[in-house]
Nanobody, 126 residues
Framework: QVHLVESGGGSVQSGGSLRLSCAAS????????MAWFRQAPGKEREKVAT???????QYADSVKGRFTISRDNAKNTLYLQMNSLKPEDTAMYSC????????????????????WGQGTQVTVSS
C-alpha cells in the first residue's frame, strides 16, 4: 500500500505563488510514477502534471510555463511549484501514484492511478 499526504495549499491573490507537497510512504518511492490532479466544484477532475520514474515530466497546456512538477527522492516527496496563479487555478489538488509507466498524456486518466492523497485546497482570488 502507498500512503500519500498533500500539503501546502492555501489562499492567494492572482499572480501569487504556492508550492504543494506530497509525501509518500509504504512503497519504494523511486519505483512510483507520480502526478498532480485538480478538481473544481462542479467540474471534472483534470490532470495537471506528471512525473515519471525516469524524470520525464508532462503538463496540461493551461499550466505550462507556470507550474513545475518535481520530486525529491531522498524525502519521498513530490512537489508542484505554482507561479503566476490565476483564479481559474482554484481547485482541490490531489497527488496520485501508480506503479506502471505513465504513457502518453492524452491517454492518461485518473482511473489509472491506484493511490491518491486526501487533497489540498488552492484558492486564487482576483
Amino acid at each position: 500500500q502507498v500512503h500519500l499526504v498533500e500539503s501546502g495549499g492555501g489562499s492567494v491573490q492572482s499572480g501569487g505563488s504556492l508550492r504543494l507537497s506530497c509525501a509518500a510512504s509504504g512503497y519504494t518511492y523511486r519505483r512510483l510514477c507520480m502526478a498532480w490532479f485538480r478538481q473544481a466544484p462542479g467540474k471534472e477532475r483534470e490532470k495537471v502534471a506528471t512525473h515519471a520514474r525516469d524524470g520525464n515530466t508532462q503538463y496540461a497546456d493551461s499550466v505550462k510555463g507556470r507550474f513545475t512538477i518535481s520530486r525529491d527522492n531522498a524525502k519521498n516527496t513530490l512537489y508542484l511549484q505554482m507561479n503566476s496563479l490565476k483564479p481559474e487555478d482554484t481547485a482541490m489538488y490531489s497527488c496520485a501514484a501508480r506503479t506502471t509507466p505513465i504513457g502518453t498524456w492524452n491517454l492518461l486518466t485518473g482511473a489509472s492511478f491506484r493511490y491518491w492523497g486526501q487533497g489540498t485546497q488552492v484558492t486564487v482570488s482576483s
